[in-house]
């Protein structure tokens, strides 16, 4: 493992993360990876040790993925779901944590439908003053740290294997594209990117990319003290000192010479209006084929979170090409980035 003082103690957003933080992750991940490679896949480092995986909101790929992250480092784990739970009963959100905490829990990971909803737990430990760590595995339409950071390390290990880190992105150009308004995933992703120094193009419909959009992004960046450009109209091939965040309501410009493509899945349970005029039409104009990849630079990789909508926001035919789809390395990263935060929380409390 990489000899790196952590001092993180809750992960809930990559908006205030440090290049620092992000390499370090990085790094650990690195070495997990290598350790998933092996015959016995697994160690002891969090021997002794119970994760709480409190999943308020279904989930296939994350909840699976951190679970078995925690027994690859030898944790204890008890699943929470709110259907199954006192929570129908009345009990509220907050007593349901501590009641994990009553039994030793060290580490709570939660995904909730709405934003803030980790940040409550995390505060709620903290004002107890007790020595546990919340990890953001999803919170409404705010963020996904752990899905950005395994994508972030699924492109920088695709450009160096053995030493992936952030500056490895710089300059890269990567398209965005999808249901950009809610979609906790492109938050968590733009924070890592534009902390990388690559030039992030957004394209969406107006209905699912609105201009107000970027003056959240703004508010948000200036919270945290952090500069950015935001333009709707870049110069091509003349990267400014500052970071840069492209808006674009049609798929070319975003597609022109890019060196990757995030496809984001359209989030129909979070739509509460009628926002496109169909699937068919959305497919038209921004879903992701072969014939529009030509824009691309010939190198160009595909990405896309997960659950996949086919033939909506990417063609079969493309998600299953190996020569373009990162899709299952994705998941394959997934295990070994969660590995990797797990033992940077869990690491200070053996």
Known sequence: MPTT??????????????????????????????????????????QGQVVANLFFESSTRTRSSFELAAKRLS??????????????????????AK??????????????REAGVPNAIAAEMDRLGVRVSVLNAGDGQHEHPSQGLLDLFTLCTLI??????????????????????????????IWSLI?????????APPTLLPKLFAEYILEEAGARNQEFIISSSPTPHSPLPTPQLFLHWQLEPALQDADFVMTLRLQKER??????????????????????????????????????????EISSE?????????????????????????YLLGSGKT
């Open 318 to 342: 493309l998600m299953d090409d190996p020569e373009f789809s990162l899709i299952q390395s994705q998941v394959t990263s997934g295990v070994a980035v969660r590995m990797a935060l797990l």
């Open 75 to 96: 944790a204890d784990t008890l699943n929470f779901a709110a259907a199954t739970s006192s929570m129908t009963k009345g009990e509220t959100i907050l007593d349901t």
């Open 5 to 46: 003082t952590w001092n993180r103690h809750h992960i809930l957003s990559l908006a205030d993360f440090t290049t620092t933080e992000y390499d370090t992750v990085l790094q650990t991940a690195a070495s997990f990876q290598e350790v998933l490679s092996r015959r016995t896949k697994k160690v002891p480092t969090l």
């Open 271 to 312: 739509m509460t209006a009628h926002l496109l005029p169909s699937l068919r039409e959305y497919h038209q104009l921004f879903g992701i084929t072969r014939t529009k990849l030509q824009l691309c630079k010939p190198s160009v990789k595909v990405l896309h979170p997960g659950p996949v909508n086919r033939g909506v």
């Open 99 to 112: 009641t994990y905490l009553a039994m030793g829990t060290d580490i709570m990971v939660v995904r909730h």
């Open 195 to 203: 902390a990388s120094g690559a030039q992030v193009h957004l394209a």
């Open 160 to 189: 160096d294997p053995a030493s992936p880190r952030l500056e490895l992105l710089k300059g890269k150009k990567i398209a965005i594209v999808g249901d950009i308004l809610h979609s906790r995933v492109a938050r968590s992703n």
